[in-house]
């Protein structure tokens, strides 16, 4: 990764910062350090962040986060002309954690300085143009959250450790925290795509095993029907009665007091093994075909290094571990084996729940 600095600017004082982080919930939670990092050099700044509608949960309850300003994914600039509107001008600095047209097009409209992420190549020339401070993506194998910090690198040191903001945690709801056993095992079953879901029946196996030998399995998984319906056939086939199905029930804030009182997570590469590692809870996270030099979960008060390997069956990094599968080809950082949301992940499929189930009972016995 390289970067461009247009000017030296370490001086500077901004009252009003814009960060601009257009993607899935897991990257919002993933721009915290940045965002902490910016109210740490500038405490008296007050700043806003702009994401897609129903991305910005993560944020909810942050200290450091003055609004939260929602635009719906795939609308059009005509769609978007009132926020345009609203938005000229009226910051002081824009952190645009995004590569995306759309995201430097905001970026540009609402501050006069900016600094960005780009893509390498010619295409982005007209980004570079823009931008007081340009972060060039791809030069190097580096942690998104690492990619992040760099935005505000003509102004802020490196951190000495790097923390990603869980949300305030929220009461459970009460007949949930009534079954509730100490040293419950928490259980991420749903990926938002199917080349990062490990497969349903290792899921109820794992959950099996575990219950037989006491712990008590909490699955989790999101409102949506399809998620809920996943969840309840791993609870079918597991056929234990020491397993509650948690899907649906809980916002982010519930689920962060739900992860903190767990003994340990499990989970594939999503937005909540983010948050649990985010949490300090241990966790057990199953990676397939992306890379966890890039997104790897991040690990608790982790110094701004890069923390993982790009390959290695198993990575313990503070309070995670991280598996790989184990075909040569991991990490592919593609879509899955057909290079698609729908595609299937070989290293993923013959991630055998044994192998699991001994990484689970280690931590424990821990």
């Known amino acids: 990764m390289t970067s461009r600095i247009r000017s030296d600017s370490s001086d500077a004082a901004f009252d009003r910062i814009i960060v601009i982080v257009t993607r899935q919930i897991g990257d919002v939670l993933l721009t915290t350090p940045l965002i902490h990092a910016a109210k740490t050099r500038w405490p008296e700044a007050r700043i806003d962040v702009l994401g897609f509608a129903g991305t910005l ?12 300003i929602e635009v719906r994914a795939g609308s059009g600039w005509w769609e978007s002309l009132p926020l345009i509107w609203r938005l000229w001008r009226r910051y002081d600095l824009a952190l645009i954690a995004q590569y995306t047209d759309r995201a430097h097009l905001y970026g540009w409209v609402a501050a006069r300085v900016r600094a960005g992420q780009i893509p390498a190549g010619r295409q982005s020339w007209w980004k570079r143009v823009l931008l007081r401070h340009a972060v060039e993506l791809g030069a190097q194998h580096s942690h998104v959250v690492l990619e992040k910090l760099k935005l505000l690198e003509p102004w802020v040191g490196t951190p000495a450790d790097v923390v990603v903001h869980a949300p305030p945690a929220a009461q459970l709801p009460d007949p949930l925290l009534a079954v509730l056993r100490p040293r419950y095992v928490v259980i991420q079953v749903p990926s938002l795509v199917r080349y990062k879901q490990w497969p349903p029946e290792h ?47 809980l916002d982010l804030n519930q689920m962060v007091s739900l992860l903190a009182g767990a003994a340990l997570y499990i989970g594939p590469d999503t937005s909540i093994t983010h948050l649990a590692a985010a949490c300090g809870v241990p966790v057990l996270a199953l990676y397939g075909s992306i890379d966890p030099q890039l997104w790897g979960a991040w690990p608790k008060d982790w110094s701004a290094t890069q923390p993982y390997e790009r390959r290695a069956l198993r990575q313990q990094r503070a309070n995670i571990v991280l598996l790989q599968g184990t075909p040569p080809c991991v990490p592919c950082n593609r879509a899955g084996c057909d290079n698609h949301a729908d595609s299937r992940s070989e290293c993923l499929q013959t991630m055998l729940p044994e192998r699991v189930l001994a990484e689970a009972l280690s931590v424990l016995r821990a």
Request: charged content about 20%; glycine content about 12%; aromatic content about 2%.
């Open 57 to 68: 949960g993560m944020l909810r309850g942050n200290p450091d986060v003055g609004q939260l």
């Open 203 to 249: 899921y109820a196996e794992l959950t099996r095993q575990l219950a037989m030998r006491g712990h008590q399995v909490v699955l989790t998984g999101g409102p949506s029907a399809q998620e809920r319906a996943l969840v309840a056939d791993v609870v079918r086939a597991a056929d234990t009665p020491n397993v509650v199905d948690a899907a649906g029930l």
